[in-house]
């Protein structure tokens, strides 16, 4: 890994735990597996039954969260027209973004997922399916959120069209995620693949809509 | 050797031609000052300079370093301004550059001050350091003036002159006045109304 890409990566991950910018997204997963034991009632059986698909609904929620913060302040303050000038291709500054991202946003939601799994009663194996579920499904959600957030960079009320936009396009890692909670190692490795595929094509639609923004 | 060529360049931005035909090449220790009202087209100019735009018609050759300035400084507000410059410095590998490109613009005793304290005239002075501290054969600079005291103007035109002197080049966009010497004058309203009459 070049030392230019190791450099843009530090400064987003700074960047995003400046101002708690990066506990956001965990505190809003918590809130969220809080927020449903109130709203299905204090039935253990039923919550250690749903409760990792509720996890994972939650950690899809928290990854609108960013959004607004990957791509449109470095656009905004012409951070993303020096990289360019200075030749860097706008591919290599969204993955550059994605890896930030990623290690920003996944090992924070992994954590929380243990306080979330005690608040839902998860059965200790259950809880081991969802960390590897999440662990394998994170990457593809960071990429979705970046692309989605150079997408809408720029726009008013960026954040409701990023949900819209995110949300539906992240159903199959919803579903393959939820699926492997029956142990299955199909769902796992489905997950794993929706996941490569949007790490992959990530950089190149955020750089694509990074460049279109620039006219 | 030329640092950058314009070949009949022709600038299309929302529809709209903005120049036509545009050529000029700069040197090393060249300068040329790009003139006209707003809205002519001289932003756009200096991004086509800087590759961020690409021409309708025509092209642009030259593929040395450039260092560009537009009107935000792209220093990040919350670091104090020596880490803000560093981070650049760091990328373009001069970080040796950045203590004598702050003197030079007289920021040296701001260093330790958070950028987002600073007033306007002090961002473009820091902006203008980054530009300095590049390294940068060919200097790409928009409205380098804008919000600078004339004390300031003048520690701007001294760094031009020895970065001209030591085999630089400068594309300059500016409305206010600015001593270049020996400078090529590109007035884009002259061709605007070239274009008009064609038209």
């Known amino acids: ?215 | 050797m030329t640092l950058i060529a314009f070949d009949a360049v022709t600038c299309v931005r929302g529809g709209r031609a903005l120049f036509e035909g545009l050529s000029f090449a700069l040197e090393p220790g060249g300068a040329a000052l790009v003139t006209g009202p707003n809205g002519i087209g001289k932003s756009s100019l200096i991004r086509l300079a800087a590759g961020l735009l690409a021409p309708a018609a025509g092209r642009i050759a030259g593929d040395t370093p450039r260092a560009l300035l537009t009107d935000q400084a792209s220093l990040d507000e919350e670091l104090p301004l020596a880490r803000a410059l560093a981070f650049w410095a760091r990328l373009d590998r001069t970080e040796d550059n950045v203590a004598a490109a702050l003197d030079a613009l007289a920021l040296s005793d701001l260093t330790d001050v958070p950028v987002r304290l600073f007033s306007t005239g002090q961002r473009r002075r820091a902006a203008i350091a980054r530009v300095v501290a590049s390294g940068a054969p060919l200097w790409l600079l928009d409205e380098p003036a804008n919000g600078l005291d004339s004390a300031a103007v003048g520690l701007l035109e001294t760094a031009i002159a020895r970065h001209r002197a030591s085999g630089g080049a400068v594309l300059v966009a500016s409305h206010t006045p600015i001593t270049l010497p020996a400078a090529i004058t590109i007035d884009l309203s002259q061709r605007l109304t070239q274009l008009e009459r064609a038209l």
Do not use: C, N, Y
């Open chain 1, 1 to 215: 890994m070049s030392s230019t890409l190791l450099h843009l990566i530090s400064r987003d991950l700074r960047r995003a735990w400046i101002g708690g910018g990066a506990l956001l997204p965990v505190a809003f997963f918590l809130l969220v597996a809080i927020l449903f034991p109130f709203a299905v009632g204090p039935d253990a059986k039923l919550l250690a039954r749903v409760g990792g698909g509720v996890l994972w609904a939650a950690a899809l929620l928290a990854a609108l969260i960013p959004i607004e913060r990957l791509v449109a302040p470095d656009l905004a303050s012409g951070v993303i027209d020096q990289l360019l000038a200075r030749g860097q291709s706008a591919a290599t500054i969204a993955f550059a973004k994605l890896i930030a991202h990623w290690l920003a946003f996944a090992p924070p939601v992994l954590i929380a997922a243990l306080p979330a799994a005690a608040l839902l009663d998860l059965s200790t194996e259950t809880l081991i399916r969802v960390e590897i579920g999440l662990l394998i499904g994170t990457p593809g959600l960071a990429a979705l959120a970046l692309a989605t957030g150079a997408l809408v960079a720029g726009l008013r009320g960026a954040g409701a069209i990023a949900g819209l936009l995110l949300l539906p396009l992240a159903v199959p890692l919803l579903i393959f995620g939820a699926g492997s909670l029956d142990g299955g190692v199909g769902a796992l490795k489905l997950l794993a693949a929706v996941s490569l595929v949007l790490v992959a094509g990530a950089p190149f639609v955020a750089g694509a809509a990074i460049r279109a923004g620039l006219d």
